[in-house]
């Protein structure tokens, strides 16, 4: 077990199509093991595996932060996004978009589709934060990171940002 490198944008990784996960074995669940460990130091609630450089569909959460009752820490293999409803906006940030949080305009409700560790199918429903952690999460392994969505100005400067640490050498760790 060990705490991962968390790839900041705009590591390639980042944008990577992942690849579907078919064998649930020792080495899923050391990956799992990884990016708790990896998560919890950063702090962060929610963690996917190419964030780690692993381009696999692949997330961990945990949100007993923000809403009681919910599952302390979980790992959701292969999830879909398969029922939906409403909207919400929230701020967000990002373990691998550093220096920016931004609203987003998400799904107050959704219903989530996903393997456990033994490879068995499961589904969930969540609402209001968790809701908007699981759809973040789930956008990493579309390639998809919420600066995405942000309008073109923000997301132009945010770009110039970035492009200033890299040619600096200046990126914050
Ligand atoms: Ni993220």
């Known amino acids: 077990m060990s705490i991962q490198k968390i790839y900041k944008y705009p590591a390639p990784v980042l944008r990577q199509k992942t690849e579907s996960i078919s064998t649930f074995d020792d080495t899923l669940l050391s990956l799992v093991r990884d990016m708790a460990e990896t998560m919890y130091d950063a702090p962060g609630i929610g963690l996917a595996a190419p964030q780690i450089g692993q381009s696999v569909k692949l997330i961990v959460v945990d949100t007993t932060k923000d809403k009681e009752g919910e599952p302390r820490f979980m790992p ?3 999830p879909e996004i398969v029922a939906h ?24 409700k959704v219903t989530v ?8 199918a499961q589904e969930l429903s969540a609402e209001d ?3 908007v952690v699981l759809q973040h999460e789930i956008d990493h392994l ?32």
């Open 142 to 173: 579309n390639g998809i990171l919420f600066l995405d969505y942000l309008s073109p100005l923000k997301r132009a400067l945010y770009k110039k940002k970035v492009k200033k640490w890299l040619a600096e050498e200046e990126y914050p760790a």
């Open 85 to 108: 409803e409403g909207t919400q906006i929230d701020e967000e940030g990002c373990l691998s978009v550093l220096d920016l949080t931004a609203t987003v305009k998400r799904y107050k």
């Open 113 to 120: 589709s996903y393997q456990d560790l033994q490879g068995q």
């Open 76 to 78: 959701l293999i292969n």
């Open 129 to 131: 934060r968790f809701a």
